[in-house]
């Protein structure tokens, strides 16, 4: 009799979601070193807001007529304004409040635009066309003038300034949103989608959705520079977050009043905060794009 002996042959476990995802996320860093310096400085960024306000060496807010206007030096680092205060302390401080607003005003444009875009784009007909002129209204303004229009007639608070942002930042989503949509809603795959018995609505979600993303990525980070720069004009103008609330817009302001006398730090470090804060968002387009984009997951 033979013995026949059966080798069983046992498949490698297959790799899980979070390490594939890891795995694409370093290969990304690694491949474009500005993608890697944008994501460094947005870390920065993000924990300067979360832990930055418990730990600065003065209380932003507190006031002292002796100290008005120091240069900068060892026990105040960029300086002290003209109440006092000190400038380095204002300056982490409002990282939280400018970041919190371009953050929840991007997310709020980025989530409404991009369902109203799709559709849109997908089921056209009645909608298509009043969301059509709706943006079209929109984008007859001049964005900043038609965002200093709706924070004066309801009132300069957060949330409106938080509002308005949205509703100027709104037609750059719906509109390249409604744009993919149109293209791939009878490509192959949602024929494929469709006839596999998937409802219209899971078809828009999952499978043409994710393949829209990466053109908005870019047009997600480039807003959340537009919104900071929005909310600190604002304050700027008078119209934004109001003093004594530490914000770069306000800061920029009161400093230019000093610039002439030779006081220069007043308005020189929140404007130096200002810009790398647009500076890193504008760098994050590209790293946004191939993070979320499918074909670069292969």
């Known amino acids: 009799m033979t013995d026949i002996t059966i080798n069983t042959i046992t498949a490698a476990p297959r790799s899980s979601a979070w390490s594939r995802g890891f795995a694409h996320f370093r290969y990304v860093m690694t491949s474009n070193p500005v993608t890697l310096l944008a994501f460094v400085m947005l870390a920065a960024m993000i924990l300067i807001a979360v832990f930055g306000p418990a730990l600065v060496p003065h209380d932003p807010l507190a006031t002292a007529a002796d100290k008005a206007l120091k240069p900068p030096s060892l026990q105040h680092w960029f300086?002290?304004?003209?109440?006092g205060r000190d400038v380095f302390s204002r300056v982490i401080v409002a990282t939280r409040l400018d970041l919190l607003i371009s953050v929840s005003a991007v997310?709020?444009?980025?989530?409404?635009g991009v369902a109203m875009g799709a559709c849109a784009g997908y089921w056209g007909g009645w909608f298509d066309k009043?969301?059509?002129r709706l943006l079209d209204t929109i984008m007859a303004f001049p964005l900043f003038v038609l965002a200093m229009?709706?924070?004066a007639a309801a009132g300069n608070t957060i949330q409106n300034i938080v509002i308005a942002t949205a509703i100027i930042n709104l037609p750059f989503y719906a509109r390249v949103a409604r744009a993919e949509v149109s293209i791939r809603r009878n490509a192959g795959y949602v024929q494929a989608a469709r006839l596999s018995g998937n409802s219209e609505l899971r078809i828009l979600i999952e499978k043409i959705l994710p393949n829209?993303?990466?053109p908005m990525m870019v047009q997600l980070s480039l807003n959340m520079g537009w919104a900071i720069l929005n909310a600190a004009g604002l304050s700027f103008i008078g119209l934004g977050v109001r003093p004594p609330?530490?914000?770069w817009g306000i800061m920029v302001a009161e400093g230019a009043n000093f610039i002439v006398s030779g006081e220069w730090w007043l308005a020189l470090f929140p404007g130096a905060a200002l810009m790398l804060a647009v500076f890193t968002f504008n760098l994050l387009g590209d790293g946004l794009r191939d993070l979320v984009d499918p074909q670069r997951r292969t």
Request: aromatic share 8%; no cysteine.
């Open 107 to 112: 997310a709020l444009s980025f989530f409404v």
């Open 149 to 151: 229009g709706i924070v």
């Open 245 to 247: 609330t530490a914000e």
């Open 130 to 132: 009043l969301s059509g």
């Open 79 to 83: 300086g002290t304004d003209q109440l």
């Open 212 to 214: 829209t993303l990466p």
